[in-house]
């Protein structure tokens, strides 16, 4: 176990890849979220991207990712503290209260029990850790911080809370955000630009997307049905990209060197690189080895999103910026025999419309992640669920287990059937 921090308390960090790990026991009715700022020496961050939430979970220096699928604590931030720039002297880890004002009340840090923050290493060694037991009625609360201190690195233990949640705690370090409180979504919701397209709006650009992708079915076809080669196929692909996805001519960058190899197609929006392409043969079958060349190329690269193709088949891949190449299957698509407008809607996501729409394919990957076997087991495994399966067999069955052999028993269903 690593050191036990009081509040106020701090201890010297030597790793320079650590995790941050967030954990809470509030009730499952209280929607609780994590964020990081990362501060200059004014106390203020240097521009929006410096805010890290789950609509935008990593920095451009990649010295922090937040890891939207911990095992093993609510909220866990990735940080390579070697990359963090130099007029940047700390790191800020906050949580904040999520769940909206109601006729009970406004929920408060002091409904999510014991709050803490801890430290690992590489092999998952605790380094330390800060348990905050008491709250008050703060929405939003600043639990530590990684500070610089004479060229190395300390964490401190803070526990300050702000009465006005996320919004209030995030204009203090100097980020442009709207205010969301009057939205029926979750609080820290918050959009560092404008909101995204409504669902109609979305299902009209699917509509036109499917128009234009139908064209080129017949072209598709004939090249799978008669094995392209790489070079016919990708003449198509290029078409595809601009006459359907609307990016121009310069935002399609092909041949692309990264680290001494190249890639298919870098795809670019306002000088921004946003998705790393891999073509494969007209319809040849999509392999392991071919997910690892294309998503390497992004992990190399600090591209978050790989596209892996063969004309037919569109894979898209959220690539996580960790020590391994961590990459996870976010949507495929199938273009034939027939394109689908749900399938569109899909597709959307990675047109140049939808790349220039911040968070949307980031809102695509949450809901995907949030739905793995992984994490509806740690939900089912919640105290809250354990009891509530306890009183339904006693009701049912008249028989009376206490929790902790409810869970050890779902413990066995769901891990070892």
Not at 98 to 114: I, K, L, Q, S, V
Not at 201 to 212: E, F, G, I, S, Y
Not at 354 to 359: D, I, T, V
Request: charged content about 20%; glycine content about 6%; proline content about 2%.
């Amino acid at each position: 176990m690593g050191i036990e921090l009081k509040q106020g308390a701090n201890t010297a960090i030597l790793d320079q890849n650590i995790a941050i790990a967030i954990g809470w026991n509030a009730d499952a009715s209280l929607e609780a979220d994590a964020s990081a700022f990362l501060v200059n020496a004014a106390g203020k961050v240097r521009n929006d991207q410096d805010f890290i939430f789950y609509n935008q979970t990593q920095t451009s220096c990649g010295g922090l990712l937040l890891d939207t699928t911990p095992t093993h604590a609510q909220r866990s931030f990735r940080v390579a503290l070697e990359r963090i720039p130099e007029d940047v002297i700390k790191l800020v880890f906050t949580v904040t209260i999520a769940t909206a004002p109601n006729a009970e009340g406004c929920p408060h840090c002091g409904m999510m029990g014991n709050i803490s923050i801890w430290a690992l290493n590489q092999e998952e060694v605790e380094l330390m850790r800060f348990d905050l037991k008491t709250m008050g009625k703060e929405r939003a609360l600043i639990l530590g911080e990684l500070y610089r201190y004479q060229g190395a690195w300390k964490f401190r233990a803070v526990g300050q809370g702000y009465n006005n949640g996320l919004d209030a705690l995030a204009t203090s370090f100097g980020v442009n955000i709207q205010n969301a409180a009057n939205s029926s979504k979750k609080e820290n919701a918050v959009e560092l630009t404008n909101r995204l397209p409504s669902k109609r709006d979305w299902t009209k650009r699917a509509v036109k997307l499917q128009q234009a992708l139908q064209k080129f079915l017949p072209q598709i076809n004939a090249a799978v049905a008669n094995n392209a080669n790489e070079s016919n196929t990708r003449m198509i692909l290029d078409r595809i990209l601009l006459d359907v996805f609307g990016y121009s001519m310069d935002e399609v960058k092909a041949e692309q060197k990264i680290q001494g190899r190249k890639a298919d197609y870098v795809l670019a929006v306002d000088e921004e690189d946003v998705i790393v392409g891999e073509s494969k043969r007209a319809g040849l079958t999509l392999r392991d080895k071919h997910v690892f060349q294309a998503t390497s190329y992004g992990a190399y690269s600090g591209i978050r999103w790989a596209l892996l193709t063969n004309l037919s088949t569109w894979q898209i891949y959220h690539i996580s910026m960790q020590n391994i190449v961590d990459a996870n299957l976010v949507f495929s698509v199938n273009l034939l025999p027939e394109i689908s407008l749900e399938d569109c809607e899909k597709l959307v996501l990675i047109s140049r419309f939808g790349m220039a729409q911040q968070g949307a394919l980031e809102k695509c990957w949450r809901e995907v992640s949030a739905l793995t076997r992984e994490n509806l087991i740690q939900a089912i495994l919640t105290e809250d669920v354990v009891k509530a399966i306890r009183i339904a067999i006693r009701r049912d069955t008249g028989c009376n287990f206490d929790n902790d052999l409810i869970q050890q028993t779902l413990l066995d269903v769901l891990i070892h059937p």
